[in-house]
């Protein structure tokens, strides 16, 4: 019924960046939190950032001042701007969006596949 997809990771060197997108697609009628975990080799899976649909936003503390997270509600999209990449930010990022459906009416937290980024001279 609904399909989360990340695109935009990749390799980069530090202190550069990267843009993150995550599109939500399907029988959706409404889509509330949005927002992005990663998850280091070996490490548990971290909250990295989180915005609702009115735009309030939250973020980690390692990344405040480097990293952006915003949203398209039209398009049912959620952005994640990193900058000044470090090393310790290497990580598969995830992206989830807790969405209203229709047929049937349901809320359910939908998860993407995952996003590599890699930073790395």
């Known amino acids: 019924q609904v399909h989360v997809v990340e695109s935009g990771g990749g390799l980069v060197q530090p202190g550069g960046s990267l843009r993150l997108s995550c599109a939500a697609s399907g029988s959706i009628v409404s889509t509330y939190v949005m927002g992005w975990y990663r998850q280091a080799p070996g490490k548990q899976r971290e909250l990295v950032a989180t915005?609702?649909?009115?735009?309030?936003?939250n973020y980690q503390d390692s990344v405040k001042g480097r990293f952006t997270i915003s949203r398209d509600n039209a398009k049912n999209t959620v952005y994640l701007q990193m900058n000044s990449l470090k090393p310790e930010d290497t990580a598969v990022y995830y992206c989830?969006?807790?969405?209203?459906?229709?047929?049937?009416?349901?809320?359910?937290?939908?998860w993407g596949q995952g996003t590599q980024v890699t930073v790395s001279s």
């Open positions: 915005i609702t649909g009115g735009g309030n936003t």
């Open positions: 989830y969006g807790d969405i209203f459906t229709s047929g049937p009416f349901a809320r359910e937290t939908y």
